[in-house]
């Protein structure tokens, strides 16, 4: 299992990464093998602005739906549209071209309230 140790984590699977203000996101490698094979990826908040733990889009895979909750609260500022095309990036490369979002964060300090790759992996039974 993947868990890069330069990441943050939530409950819900996601992970950011940071770069100033702006957090890359996406699902994780123990979320997108939950999944399987991922078939579509839907965002349609781009350009909108979203509190923490809100929904900003959805994953399908071959066998279920899941909502996508966003970490941290800010506008959402891209998309990745690889994904529109090859949503299976998400199974192979989840941490690299794999990405869903990125946000404008409005509140740095939820940063802190996220999980390390330590905590993460305890959460998993990694």
Do not use: R
């Amino acid at each position: 299992m993947n868990i890069p140790s330069n990441l943050k984590y939530t409950k819900d699977h996601e992970w950011v990464k940071m770069d100033g203000d702006v957090a890359t996101i996406g699902i994780t490698d123990f979320a997108q093998s939950e999944l399987g094979d991922i078939v579509y990826v839907e965002v349609e908040t781009l350009d909108d602005t979203l509190e923490a733990d809100e929904i900003f889009g959805t994953v399908e895979a071959v066998k279920t739906v899941s909502d996508l909750i966003l970490p941290v609260s800010g506008e959402i500022i891209e998309f990745n549209e690889t994904l529109e095309d090859e949503p299976e990036k998400v199974n192979s490369d989840p941490y690299g071209d794999g990405w869903m979002i990125k946000v404008k964060c409005s509140d740095m300090s939820q940063i802190e309230g996220l999980m390390s790759a330590e905590a993460y992996k305890e959460l998993i039974g990694a």
